[in-house]
């Protein structure tokens, strides 16, 4: 048959990623519709493929190391994207909270884990490693989801950011330590030999780093912006990143480690928001394939047999993390809805708790029924997250009726200009800051109107950042740049600009999230005033009429005089 030969003829990975892509986009739209995550759609997909025999149609152990190895770099950007979102400003702010709540988490999780863990027959560095994995908290899917809900400024959201980022700086030092707790390959070496080896890799690692963050990153970047050229903008920004992420591994360190440092050169820099909307759609596909090969290694007739072991490990997991979360806000001074807030969105494993178990599963530090218990329990609980933090209030206000939600507050400042961009609610969004928008900004900041600039000059950015205002360095054609200015919350955009073909790309994008929001455009030629109306704009300016009505005043005061 035709048919079947030229399906011979396709190669089998991609057979494999066409059907991962299309089995993907059904089962979300399922859980949609249901509102539950679609993190667990990309997992669920997985295991369907896993055990409906596909894979060895289709290549078998093959297929599955190299969609395995396209998921790794998807969690290369991910550990970029972190870096790229850990801000030392917010880190000053919430220190407290980070650092004493952050820390009694982790420490009190991990020391928990790992004497269960032990008494189970566990080996020493069995018991760290999943002891440290099931710790961990799902960033991602616990920050959407108190967005979601409309809570991402509640002070359990805080809570629950604050710990997530002591949570990414304590995981990154565990990645630079845990090549000694798997098995060691070739001659054994004592540990402090070992030891001794890891810290002059680290240093040097370190230095390249610090050079490559002080100089050679701020540079690039900011000669490809001078170009205005998106494509080479994004293939610098995905170069500096899988660089050092090179570099890191070279060193024995890890690819992770040096994407999470690459991200961190560039997180206090201007160009910090353009990457993220520049990234964010590449690191959503990479996930998509990492959570995709999580799944494909979950084999559903052990899973089944395992099913009371699984449910146990994962209602103890998520209990006993919400409950001492919740003890540890209320001890910092949240009142108890906030704190069993804060408790319920940081219950869950967390991505990193899968790369960790990928990485003892490859290292045979336990038995294979155990992965699979560790494995379908980590991503169980993450797929219920969701769910339980909608379900948290009506539990909350139940609290407040019996009386237990009174107490102090915990003070949140907001002295950062990312927290007073995350901050903001009735603002106008400005995008460009050039002689027109300037003026509109000033006008709009003396009548008491806050305002955030959109601005690609880098210069006007850094000069708009030292005066405190804020401002993002994004490109206003990209929809996740509309994400960043908190659109949802905005009660006016001005399109400051001239330039036709971006205006009428904004307005798609915004009129996509926001139909209601008034919108001010602006355009150079009279022919592009119909076109921006009918893409929902709700007033056209247009330079050719304004300039030909003050043309015909002048004209009339001079004939006059």
Known sequence: MPLLAAADSIPPLFALLALMLAGVVLVSLLLLRLRQSMLAGYFICGVIIANSGVLDLLGGGESHDRISQMAEFGVILLMFTLGLEFSLGELRFLRRLAFVGGGWQTGLCIAIAAVCAVCMGFAWQGAALASVALAMSSTAVSLKSFQDLGLESSPGARMALAVAIFQDLFIIVFFLFMPLLLPHEGPQQALLPRLGSLALRGGVFVVLAGVAARWVIPWVLNAVSRTRSRELFTLSVIGCCVGLAFIGGLLDLGLVLGAFIAGLAVSESIFKHRILSDVMPLKDLFLTLFFVSVGLMIDLKAAIQLWQPILMLTAVLMLAKAAVITVIARRLGL???????????????????????????????????????????????????????????????????????????????????????????????????????????????????????????????????????????????????????????????????????????????????????????????????????????????????????????????????
């Open 335 to 561: 009142v108890h809805r906030q704190a069993l807030m804060a408790g319920i969105g940081l219950c869950s494993a967390g991505e990193f708790s899968l790369v960790l178990l990928q990485h003892a599963g490859s290292a045979d530090l336990w038995s294979e029924a155990t992965q699979q218990t560790l494995l379908v329990a980590s991503a169980f609980s993450m797929g219920l997250l969701p769910a339980l933090l909608k379900a948290g209030q009506p539990l909350g206000d139940w609290l407040v009726r019996r009386g237990w939600g009174r107490g102090k507050p915990v003070k949140m400042e907001a002295g950062s200009l990312r927290q007073r961009v995350a901050g903001l609610s009735g603002h106008a969004i400005i995008c460009g800051h050039g002689p027109v928008g300037e003026k509109l900004n000033k006008a709009l900041l003396d009548t008491g109107v806050q305002t955030l600039v959109v601005e690609l000059n880098a210069e006007t950015v850094r000069d708009l950042q030292r005066r405190g205002q804020p401002v993002l360095f994004a490109d206003a054609s990209h929809e996740e740049t509309w994400e960043l200015t908190r659109l949802k919350h905005a009660n006016l955009v001005a399109l400051t600009f001239p330039d036709a073909t971006v205006n009428a790309q904004a307005l798609s994008v915004i009129r996509g999230l926001r139909p209601d929001i008034a919108v001010l455009a602006r355009t150079r030629f009279n022919s592009d005033v119909e076109r921006l109306k009918r893409l929902g704009a709700t007033q056209v300016l247009n330079d050719e009429a304004e300039v030909g009505r003050a043309v015909v005043e002048h004209a009339r005061v001079l004939q006059g005089a």
